[in-house]
């Protein structure tokens, strides 16, 4: 059995039938047909386009017989496709000048905007003889040996054609994407022409000269013109189903009628002296015949001269018949008489080998029909002469894409190899980072008992330190009278002594109901108070304020000497010592009075305010 791997399919997509044929590689190079199918379009089907016919007819056939090969060569009608065949000028070996000439004469020829085309093309190299001009006068040098001294180089000269074919964008399309949706892979897309090209050259046909090949199909003829390397193609809108109309307009019936008839009792009729057939029916329709045969044989002598005088090719030596519309009877005897050279049936399996259960009898009757289907198959096994492809941009674009799918797949799983590096990575890192941040959890949670225990005695000893302050605040205080009285002893001379000492307000003065006297009890925050008894009387109102910053000072001195005031003395004491303000406004005033009578008395009083350093608060 047959593997995917090592077959063919090749589909010939003709105006009248679909051809499929699949081929076997052999180990040596070679072709083996082991399947083929032949259908003919039904009536609706020919009245549709060739991309509507073939969807279709194509999934019937390659359900019904079974066609296992992948990879699928395609060859279309000729009747879509526009073929021309232009001379190059000398470019010199620059292919890609080549190119841009070829670029050129395609927009130049193709009769279609080349958006809505497919074209490709095929260089083609001739060489020509030229022809050598000798002077009139001109004498052998070796006149002994006159065949020797005639014997000159023949000089040949190389020319460029390039064959040009270009068929409709959507057609091809919808052929193509309609195979690859059931699995197969459309390796090419070529014309009927150039795969019967192929196939003539496979069997070297064109070897020794000029040979033609009239394939005769449902709706349009193709003419090929094989001479050694180069190729011309026209085709030529007269084929079978001119027949057919013409046999359906004779009659007066149906197209399909007509076909019945003309395959019942068909043939082209023979000119001269030849007796007519009994049947006025077969009569009638080889004369038709023959006048539709008559006008191709017409467009084969224009399309002879053409090839000749445009294009300086030579006179067929030989002509071969191809195609559905060959079959008829007499058809090969017709063209010989009005060609004058012999025609023969293209016979390209000669090349190629039958499996053992290829049917030859069916094969037989449908044989003429087949060479484009091996010319197309051969492509896949050697380098053929003409390697035109009208593969779709589409097709293209997915196969570029099949091919970086290795590196993309490549590259998805060095991604993915990248990710789970990093996700290791990252992972390891995240139980690394998991262990550190437990062990620093256990960390804050022990310190964070140590600063519960750390709070908690620092709270005690908050507590015990208020205690401790308020404390030492109360001993404080209690060194400030006695030092404030130090200080102020330490500042009175000798003669001097203090009747009163009271807390005095700069500022203001507000009074209140207490009873003053120097009685009361002594306060800490207020060292001062029930020192104000000095110089009162009993029952007088006192004045109280709740911040003093003065001291009232009542005291009296002996006078010892008139020019020795120990007043003046005793308030420039006060300004040295750590009590009072040391400034010129620091004392308020100073009284001095004589308590004896008539001053006879020394002893002398006085009353001093003086502001002090730090006010005391009530």
Known sequence: MAKKENTILSIDIGGDSLKMAEFQILPEGGLQLIHFAFEEYSDEQKEMTLDESFAELFPFMLGE???????????????????????????????????????????????????????????????????????????PENPENPEEAAEEPILFTEEMEALIVAVKKDLLTDIAELIEDYGKKVVAIEIAATA????????????????????????????????????????????????????????????????????????????????????????????????????????????????????????????????GGSLMEFTNRFFEEKLRIPVDYLNPFTMVDFGPDIDKTRL?????????????????????????????????????????????????????????????????????????????????????????????????????????????????????????????????????????????????????????????AFNPDNPWAGMDGFGTEMGQKKVVTKEYDALELVGHSLVMREDILNEKRFMENLLKTTVFQNSDDAVGYIDKYFIGPKGKDNVTSFKIKIKLKNPVKM
Not at 72 to 81: K, L, P, R, Y
């Open 65 to 139: 017989n079974g066609f296992v090969s992948t990879n699928v060569m395609v060859s279309i009608s000729g009747q879509v496709a526009f073929a021309r065949l232009s001379k190059l000028p000398p470019r010199g070996d620059d292919k890609s000048n080549i190119r841009k000439v070829i670029d050129f004469e395609a927009k130049q020829t193709i009769p279609y905007p080349m958006n809505e085309v497919i074209w490709d093309s095929q260089l083609v190299v001739r060489s020509t003889e030229l022809e050598q001009v000798k002077p009139a006068q001109e004498e």
């Open 364 to 520: 037989n009757a449908v044989a003429p029909m087949f060479s484009e289907l091996i010319g197309s198959a051969f492509r896949a096994v050697i380098n053929c002469p003409v390697e035109i492809n009208l593969l779709p941009d589409s097709i293209k674009g997915r196969r570029a894409f099949q091919k970086k799918k290795p590196y993309l797949y490549a590259s998805c799983v060095t991604i993915i190899f990248c990710l789970l590096v990093f996700y290791f990575g990252v992972s390891q890192r995240l139980e690394i980072d998991k262990a550190k941040v437990e062990r620093a959890r256990t960390a804050v949670t022990s310190t964070e008992k140590m600063v519960k225990v750390v709070v908690q005695l620092r709270k005690e000893f908050d507590g015990l330190k208020g205690q401790y302050d308020e404390a030492l605040n109360v001993l404080r205080k209690r060194a400030v009278v006695p030092t404030r009285f130090n200080e102020l002893q330490n500042a009175m001379p000798d003669a001097m002594w203090m009747a009163s000492v009271k807390l005095y307000n700069t500022a203001t003065e507000v009074k209140t109901t207490a009873a003053g006297g120097g009685n009361e």
């Open 196 to 323: 019967s090209y192929n196939a003539a050259r496979i069997i070297q046909l064109g070897e020794q000269g000029c040979d033609m090949i009239l394939n005769i199909g449902g709706r349009c003829s193709s003419l090929i013109f094989v001479d050694h390397s180069r190729i011309f193609i026209r085709v030529i809108p007269i084929a079978g189903f001119m027949i057919t109309q013409q046999i359906a307009k004779e009659f007066n019936i149906s197209n399909p009628e007509a076909e019945d008839l003309k395959r019942r009792h068909g043939f082209v009729a023979l000119g001269g002296a030849y007796e007519e057939p009994e049947s006025e029916v077969a009569a009638t329709i080889s004369k038709i015949a023959r006048n539709v045969m008559t006008k191709l044989h017409g467009e084969i002598n224009r399309t002879i001269t053409m090839w000749r005088s445009q294009n300086g090719g030579t006179r067929p030596r030989r002509a071969f018949l191809a195609g």
